[in-house]
């Protein structure tokens, strides 16, 4: 390409930008809007009644490819009458075909750009509120090379899915003279099909879609999603070269703005929205009494919660009455209780938290819970105390990179490779010396 | 003179309508083209070709030694333009101006204002808030201002009144003056034209009539009235284009150049001889039969 | 030559026109002999007609010889132009405006005793 055509191309970018600014501004609202579904969660900080909250929000990075997938669909299926309602500026074939398909790879990059700028400054402010309220716990620790990473991984996939779009509409112009409305139906019911396959199939069979999705290796991702792309490319360009129907005056941009606002909400309805599940308490709030001198804390290290208790006037035979508050059992998913033999002079009692896994982050670990315990004669009282009212919020930069042996245990995601959810429910241990039964009080 | 648009055997089809049908033309640089005919006749299918919008279906078609549909060097020497270009409606037309100097090398933007001055149109109007009549007018300086060295004009004048129309006219002829550049200018009003013009190109029914300076059209015939037997008596031996005989008058448009070896001739057969406007003779090369005779309509 | 009124309907050419009142402004002394003609832009921009048929006048009387084109400048009025004009113009337009009037004289049955009196008394008239 000439420098002729190189500054025409460039012109018409300029215009096409210009035009179809409205475009960029729906995606971004569109993706601060989703940032602002946390503010209930906010708002809910201030309550005392919630144990643990924590919010899964939606990953601005996949809202954005989405919403840059639907413009590039959506100036495919009207690459023609956009081209019949701006050819007063002086064009090619060529010009016009490479300016579009410029704007909607730009479109993309600036898209996903907005989206990592929003992410850090989320961040920032989470991180501003844990200091100003102390419940407030942002679950994803800051690592640059992950999210730079990330960025450019995440824009290969767009690269590529934009890619096959532009090549499928050239394929359509070239040889196949559908009208576009049934084009739309195809592809609406190509994302409902998806849907349901993906509820009732695994669709972990899929060759076509493992060979990237499953790849594992950055580096052969990047060589399979690169090439793939630019043959895609070539081949549209070779087929745009051959088409002469590149300009129909039909003009179907407000169905085909219909029919991408279906698709959207569609793919949404896989759950990109914010979620949140909370562990509430009844509306009442305990105010207890900690009984201060008898009571054995431990560290919060989740490996090393021991206590020991002293049994000074107890003699051998004698029967230990242990009661645990209900609520405690509830909250604290405390259902095992292992009475072990062990040649001690004392009670020894070994207290595992219990574990709620969200996206292989512990959550329940924000709580912080630490075991009271207080002995009178032959009973001992335990008690969970922690920290009320913790607000996890799950904003995690980049999903799918799950699928690189990369990221795996590098500590980066605090999650393992493939562990997502798990409840493991608490469990309190008591080493219990010779002589000594005791018996949980229900 | 170089040839600024040559074509071979142009033909473009859509469906089943051949709008032109092997198109053989050569057409000159910097004159001010009128490109005349019927509706349907297959200008608009012409310019078009000529701007690259089309691919012709059969036969080739250069213009400034590229095929237009492919042209690398002439992008942005070449325009096409008509009343109903398409603007987004909120756009300013200041806006739209910037487009036009973005795109086009030799656009000039101080002469776009002013012209916009001469019809009271304001640069921050929006698009939508335009009549009829002045989009057209804005596309016209839109297009008379890119000083493109091939300039399309497909009947401009559309919704224009007629104040309007006469300062169109004149600025097109005095912009061509300034900065001589190839114009076509497609119309049905030929008379209006008439005097800024320096060839015509006829065509009718996807095929060129004539192709020729606008002075020879003048002299290629001319209209004699007498009554009936002496119109037909003058009419025996020569090319007659059109005829009509009335009881009061009569009248004939010859095929010929009116000088002075017919005078005497006229006077024999006592017919009064005048000039046919170019106009009129367009609209009788491209007469079809039947047309002529109205009488029909009333009869019972 | 600001008074030329180009007569659309008349049978002849425009350029003839344009040719024909060039021709006036030399007889009338707008235009003297030795000094440059209005030029072919000015021409095309004053009566808007097209600067070709502008050129085909010029040309017209270039051929006649009444204008001449200098090396590098415009075009001038020949030396002897006005004695060309009216050479030229007694051998046609006078001729012809000769014939007219004979013609109608006979239409209205006049003697050409009363043609030739009626000329001395016209030429009598205008002296004063």
């Known amino acids: 390409m000439g420098k002729v055509e190189w500054n ?13 600014k409205s475009f960029l501004y729906i995606s971004i609202l569109l993706i601060v809007m989703f940032a602002f579904s946390v503010v209930p969660m906010i708002f809910n900080s201030f309550n005392d009644s919630f144990t643990l909250n ?36 002086p064009s090619n074939n060529k010009t016009n075909f490479v300016s579009y398909g410029l704007f909607c790879y730009i479109h993309l990059v600036k898209v996903q750009i907005i989206a990592l700028i929003l992410y850090v400054i989320q961040y920032g402010i989470f991180n501003l509120l844990h200091v100003l309220k102390e419940n407030i716990y942002f679950a994803y620790e800051f690592n640059i090379l992950y999210l730079l990473t990330g960025f ?19 394929l359509n112009r070239k040889y ?11 592809i609406v019911f190509c994302t409902i099909s998806f849907s349901y396959m993906k509820k009732h199939i695994n669709m972990a069979d899929n060759i076509v879609i493992n060979f990237i999705v499953k790849e594992s290796s950055i580096l052969i991702f990047i060589i399979k999603a690169v090439s793939i792309s630019l043959a895609l490319i070539a081949l549209s360009i070779l087929l745009n070269k051959h088409s002469y129907n590149n300009k129909k005056e039909r003009n179907h941009g407000f169905i085909t703005l219909i029919a991408c606002i279906g698709i959207f909400i569609i793919l949404n309805n896989y759950g990109y929205g914010a979620s949140s599940i909370t562990t509430m308490r009844e509306a009442v709030v305990e105010n207890y009494k900690i009984y201060a001198e008898e009571v054995y804390k431990s560290n919060s290290s989740e490996a090393k919660s021991e206590y020991q208790i002293k049994l000074n006037e107890l003699t051998s035979g004698e029967n230990i009455k242990v009661y645990l508050a209900e609520e405690d059992k509830r909250d604290f998913s405390i259902q095992q209780y292992n009475f072990s033999p062990k040649a001690n002079k004392n009670i020894i009692v070994h207290f595992i938290p219990n574990k709620n896994t969200v996206n292989g982050i512990d959550v329940a670990s924000y709580m912080n819970p630490q075991l009271a315990i207080r002995y009178i004669y032959d009973e001992i009282h335990l008690k969970v105390l922690s920290k009320k009212n913790v607000q996890v919020v799950f904003m995690e930069p980049y999903s799918m990179l799950k699928q690189f042996v990369f990221f795996k245990d590098k500590g980066v995601l605090k999650e393992f490779y493939g562990n997502r959810y798990e409840k493991i429910p608490g469990e309190i241990i008591f080493y219990v010396p010779e002589g000594v039964s005791m018996k949980i009080v229900e | 003179m170089r040839g600024v648009i040559e074509t071979k055997q142009l033909t473009y089809r859509y469906g089943r309508k051949t709008a032109l049908d092997h198109v ?14 019927r509706n349907g006749s297959g200008k608009t299918t012409f310019l078009k070709l000529c701007a690259g919008y089309y691919y012709p279906t059969d036969g080739e078609i250069t213009v400034f030694e590229e095929e237009p549909f492919h042209r690398i060097e002439s992008l942005g020497e070449i325009i096409y333009s008509n009343p109903n270009v398409y603007h987004k409606e909120l756009n300013t037309l200041e806006q739209i101006l910037k487009y036009f100097k973005l795109t086009y090398p030799r656009f000039d933007a101080v002469f776009a204002n002013k012209l916009l001055v001469v019809f009271a149109l304001q640069p921050t109007m929006r698009f939508k808030n335009l009549s009829q009549g002045m989009v057209s007018v804005f596309n016209f300086i839109c297009a008379l201002s890119t000083r493109a060295r091939l300039t399309l004009f497909d009947e401009p004048i559309l919704g224009m009144d007629v104040t309007s129309r006469k300062k169109i006219y004149e600025i097109l002829l005095r912009d061509y003056i300034e900065c001589p550049r190839t ?39 001319y209209r004699i009235d007498g009554t009936e037997d002496a119109v037909k008596a003058f009419c025996s031996d020569k090319t007659v284009i059109y005829s009509n005989y009335n009881t009061m008058n009569s009248y004939a ?12 001739e006229g006077e024999k057969y006592n017919v009064a001889f005048s000039k046919v406007r170019p106009e009129d003779y367009c609209v009788y090369k491209t007469l079809r039969g039947g047309e002529a005779d109205l009488e029909c309509l009333w009869e019972r | 030559m600001k008074a ?92 012809d405006k000769i014939e007219e009037l004979v013609k109608l004289a006979k239409r209205l049955h006049v003697s050409e005793e009363y043609l030739q009196n009626q000329i001395s008394k016209t030429f009598e008239e205008s002296e004063r």
């Open chain 2, 253 to 264: 448009v010859i095929e010929g150049e009116y000088n002075d070896t017919i005078i005497p």
């Open chain 3, 4 to 95: 030329l009124k180009i007569d659309e309907n008349s049978l002849t050419p425009i350029y003839v026109q344009i040719a024909d009142s060039i021709e006036e402004d030399i007889l009338n002394d707008k235009l003297m002999e030795g000094n440059a003609c209005y030029s072919q832009l000015m021409i095309a921009k004053e009566l808007k007609v097209n600067p070709a048929t502008a050129a085909k006048g010029i040309n017209l009387l270039v051929g006649h010889e009444i204008l001449e084109k200098q090396r590098g400048q415009a075009m001038t009025i020949a030396a002897d132009a006005k004695s060309k004009i009216i050479e030229r113009k007694k051998k046609t337009d006078f001729k």
């Open chain 2, 24 to 37: 053989n033309i050569t057409l000159n640089e910097n004159q001010l083209i009128g490109l005349i005919g």
């Open chain 1, 54 to 89: 924590y919010t899964v929000m939606v990953i601005y990075s996949k809202v954005g490819l989405i919403l840059s997938i639907i413009t590039s669909i959506f100036f495919t299926i009207d690459y023609q009458s956009y081209n019949y309602k701006y050819e007063i500026y």
């Open chain 1, 8 to 20: 025409n191309t460039l012109q018409l970018l300029k215009i096409r930008k210009r035009e179809s």
């Open chain 2, 183 to 221: 114009i076509i200018v497609s119309s049905h009003i030929l008379s209006e034209l008439e005097d800024i013009l320096s060839e015509i190109l006829l065509i009718d029914e996807g095929k060129i009539i004539l192709y020729k300076d606008l002075d020879e059209v003048r002299t290629m015939s």
């Open chain 1, 176 to 186: 196949i003279r559908i009208p576009k409305i049934v084009f739309i139906v195809f």
């Open chain 1, 152 to 170: 450019f991984l995440y824009l290969l996939y767009g690269f590529l899915a934009i890619s096959v779009i532009i090549f499928i509409g050239s």
